[in-house]
């Protein structure tokens, strides 16, 4: 808790983790009598001190902690409604791609480089690029190198382009980043 290291509140980290956890517990319930909610909230609470340390991941050189959980919700709802939309746009391409009596595919290997503070950063990029249709994240090595494959050359173009979602993963997150596209794999 004392931790100068921790970015943004561990207080409000806290708190924020065992609200969602009594919301949680109380779907799960389904009961609103006092001795349960107590019961709720006690263990809501243990539950965030305990874990608390554990949902805590080191930038690259250990000189921060970010909490797994720190995002601002109305940036993680904007961010999910964006990417929603670019699930919609890739499954159009890639059915054009296939659809057609020439198959239009043009498979290949995308390597990039994208560095951001927030470790977490590189692992919503990581997941954002497989659940995109005709992409998938092969390879994420420590130093920030990505390995995409792409089905088509509207993913690769996808992938390729540092405005798209590697900027709106470092947003999330709140953090600056670096992209840098390097040669194309064989």
Same mark, same amino acid.
Request: glycine content about 6%; hydrophobic content about 55%.
């Given at each position: 808790m004392r931790d100068k290291r921790i970015a943004g509140s561990p207080a409000l980290h806290l708190v924020s983790m065992a609200v969602l956890l009594f919301c949680f517990?109380?779907?799960?319930?389904?009961?609103?009598?006092?001795?349960?909610?107590?019961?709720?909230?006690?263990?809501?609470? +243990?539950?965030a001190w305990v874990t608390y340390p554990l949902l805590l991941v080191p930038n690259a050189d250990g000189?921060?902690?970010?909490?797994?959980?720190?995002v601002n919700?109305?940036?993680?709802?904007?961010?999910?409604?964006w990417l929603?939309?670019?699930?919609?746009?890739?499954?159009?391409?890639? +059915?054009?791609?296939?659809?057609?009596?020439?198959?239009?595919?043009?498979?290949?290997?995308?390597?990039?480089?994208?560095r951001a503070d927030n470790p977490m950063a590189a692992v919503a990029l990581a997941n954002s690029i497989t659940l995109t249709p005709g992409t998938v994240t092969m390879n994420v090595e420590e130093d920030g190198l990505f390995e995409v494959h792409a089905l088509t050359d509207g993913a690769a173009e996808g992938v390729m382009d540092g405005?798209?979602?590697?900027?709106?993963?470092?947003?999330?997150?709140?953090?600056?980043?670096?992209?840098?596209?390097?040669?194309?794999?064989?």
């Amino acid at each position: 808790m004392r931790d100068k290291r921790i970015a943004g509140s561990p207080a409000l980290h806290l708190v924020s983790m065992a609200v969602l956890l009594f919301c949680f517990w109380l779907l799960l319930s389904g009961t609103l009598q006092m001795k349960f909610l107590v019961y709720g909230v006690f263990t809501a609470v +243990i539950a965030a001190w305990v874990t608390y340390p554990l949902l805590l991941v080191p930038n690259a050189d250990g000189s921060r902690l970010y909490f797994v959980f720190g995002v601002n919700p109305v940036k993680l709802v904007w961010y999910f409604l964006w990417l929603l939309w670019q699930l919609i746009l890739a499954n159009l391409d890639v +059915i054009k791609a296939t659809v057609r009596p020439e198959i239009r595919i043009n498979p290949r290997v995308v390597r990039f480089r994208f560095r951001a503070d927030n470790p977490m950063a590189a692992v919503a990029l990581a997941n954002s690029i497989t659940l995109t249709p005709g992409t998938v994240t092969m390879n994420v090595e420590e130093d920030g190198l990505f390995e995409v494959h792409a089905l088509t050359d509207g993913a690769a173009e996808g992938v390729m382009d540092g405005e798209g979602m590697p900027k709106q993963a470092a947003w999330l997150f709140g953090v600056p980043y670096e992209f840098e596209l390097l040669k194309e794999a064989d």
